[in-house]
């Protein structure tokens, strides 16, 4: 077992920042860019050949383009992740969001392409290898291909797009990089990365150090405001100019759109959680008694709470190897040997030091045939539930390595559904092996608390973005409007349960000011219930359910996801019988958390 806590990305591109590998591997990505310009510009979909083949080595091409952005990308984004302070890594990531510009101009011109075909052509087309495996991500491109303006017009607002989008994504990390939280421990100060904050702000087994960090984490968010809200207002700003310029009417399509999802499942999901809220809401009652307050705080939501003499466990970084490997081998042999070779040959950066970014993320490296996982771990159960959920993404890039390209691009909410799945196979284990009802209820606690954020933290964000979005069609929303649509928000989301709230989390949340997607946020809450119904037919079936997962997984690309649904599990997710089929899994836990706590308050 390992005990580094840094990823190897020697192995990947030697010279970190530095490389010259990583240079000449960029310089022939834009050789081949040029190339397959040309050849889909020559391409007349009318009068190709019967096999397809000027089509055929197109797509061969694109996918070997694919790979190598997604693998220098990673790199990349992944040095400059560990290292804030890397300016060398920041300009790499910049030129490769050049380098994928031009990328995007290809692929519009393609999927311009694919709309002339001739219906008939088309339907041989689909029917015939190698495209017929990779029929409905062709399709969608089509139909996607018919929504855009001509080709100089995408041409421009890609070019755009890397000083306009991109470039405010960029300087919002540049921004969080400023941010510093202070800290007072043994009587002295010291100053906290945003990472490290963050990890403390939720970490924290004292109440009253949660309570301070929480009010000096808002206030050092708040300081910088204005700037954060220049970011955002732009960062929508450009995106709802482009969709009014290609006559898109409603901002929710085009996320719902790449989540492959209905707009009616969508809105099935957030009213049958919202029946339940209820029993959530006592939840965060009992755990606020427990504590010896009222009310919760924003910060103590997911906080560990004490029991008696019992003390949350902390974990070393090999403890949590173990953990996590042991009880991935409980449902898959594969996904433990994956686990393990994560660890082996160093795809993991876990390291609590400064000057790293807050969060954590898996991100694929297709050429090497591995992934990296970023995080900073501080020795927390919420840590090692964080590792699981990593190499959940990790495990369902694995099983999808043979695919063609287009088979592997899963939309953001059956991507969760993995990672959440790994998660669970942890939480549930350790409950199940409590040795006490102290240890019992601070692991259910933990479970719980995961359940709170995806139903109520998150609907938070999803209410504020759809509001803000409203609000930005009619005009700039300044940082004071932000904060109060945000803390109206909260208070909606968690029915007003909690005493103290976030306003200033439109700043703090990376998620708002991700430059590739809007509304990262409820993908999440989809996939953690899409995976606790899974979860529910794989204890059902044991081990027996190993290779039904696996094809789900491998399925995420190739249909919708009521299709999905339909195929691999039975059910119908315009109807509300799956969510609370699902939702029932987590009312169970809470009555059991209560009936616990019942004489200890």
């Known amino acids: 077992m390992t005990t580094s806590q840094n990823w190897n990305m020697d192995s990947v591109f030697e010279g970190g920042s530095h490389s010259e590998t990583l240079q000449v591997h960029i310089k022939e990505l834009d050789t081949l860019i040029e190339e397959i310009l040309t050849q ?14 000027a089509l055929a080595s197109f797509l061969e091409n694109r996918e070997k383009i694919g790979n190598g952005l997604s693998e220098a990308g990673t790199f990349a984004r992944g040095l400059f992740s560990a290292n804030t302070k890397d300016s060398q890594a920041a300009k790499v990531v910049n030129q490769l969001s050049a380098v994928g510009s031009q990328m995007s101009a290809v692929e519009t011109l393609f999927m311009k392409k694919l709309k002339d075909v001739p219906e008939k052509v088309w339907d041989t087309l689909v029917s015939t290898e190698p495209f017929q495996t990779s029929a409905f991500p062709l399709e969608e491109k089509r139909e996607e291909g018919q929504k855009l ?154 906080a560990p709470v004490s029991i008696g003499n019992y003390e949350p466990k902390t974990y070393s970084f090999a403890e949590a190897q173990t953990f996590v490997t042991t009880h991935f081998g409980s449902f898959s042999q594969e996904m433990q040997m994956m686990a393990q070779r994560a660890f082996d040959e160093g795809w993991v950066e876990a390291e609590d030091k400064e000057d790293k970014r807050p969060g954590a993320y898996c991100s694929n490296l297709p050429e090497s045939k591995q992934s990296r996982i970023f995080m900073t771990f501080s020795g927390s159960a919420n840590n090692v539930s964080t590792l699981a959920h990593e190499l959940g993404h990790a495990y369902h890039s694995h099983v999808m390595r043979d695919l063609p390209a287009l088979n592997r691009s899963y939309a953001m909410n059956v991507a969760e559904t993995a990672s959440t799945f790994a998660e669970m196979l942890i939480s549930d284990a350790t409950v199940e092996a409590a040795a006490s009802d102290e240890e019992k209820i601070a692991l259910l606690d933990s479970k719980i608390s995961r359940a709170a954020v995806m139903f109520m933290n998150i609907h938070s964000r999803f209410l504020f973005e759809k509001r803000f979005y409203e ?97 691999h599990l039975g059910v119908d997710l315009t109807q509300s019988t799956f969510w609370q089929s699902a939702i029932d899994e987590i009312l169970t836990d809470i009555d059991d958390y209560l009936a616990l706590t019942a004489d200890r308050v």
């Open 149 to 302: 303006l001509s080709e100089k017009e995408e041409k421009i607002i890609q070019k755009l797009s890397l000083d306009g989008l991109n470039g405010f994504g960029n300087t919002y990390q540049t921004i969080v990089n400023s941010v510093n939280v202070p800290y007072e421990e043994d009587g002295k100060t010291t100053y906290l990365s945003a990472g490290q904050a963050a990890n403390k702000l939720t970490g924290s087994e004292d109440p009253a150090v949660r309570q301070q960090l929480l009010g000096d984490w808002e206030k050092a968010w708040k300081e910088k405001a204005p700037l954060f809200a220049d970011t955002l207002n732009h960062l929508a700003g450009f995106r709802l100019q482009t969709y009014d310029l290609r006559d898109e009417k409603d901002f929710l399509n085009p996320p719902l759109e790449y989540n492959r999802m209905q707009k009616e499942t969508l809105n099935t999901m957030w009213d049958t959680i919202t029946e339940n809220k209820p029993k959530l809401v006592d939840f965060l009652n009992r755990k606020a008694a427990l504590m010896g307050k009222e009310k919760l705080n924003w910060a103590d939501v997911t």
């Open 40 to 53: 889909i510009q020559e391409w007349d979909p009318k009068e190709d050949s019967p096999a397809f083949s």
């Open 471 to 567: 609000a930005r069609q009619k005009g700039l929303v300044d940082e004071d409007q932000l904060s109060a649509i945000m803390e109206e928000a909260q208070k909606e989301a968690f029915l007003d349960s909690l005493d103290t709230y976030h306003p200033t989390f439109w700043a703090s949340k990376l998620h708002f000011h991700i430059t590739g997607l809007s509304f990262y946020n409820f993908p999440y809450t989809f996939g953690f219930l899409f995976s606790l119904g899974i979860y529910s037919k794989a204890k059902q079936e044991g081990k027996s359910f190993e290779t039904d997962y696996r094809n789900l997984l491998r399925d995420t690309a190739s249909m919708t996801t009521e299709e999905l649904a339909e195929k």
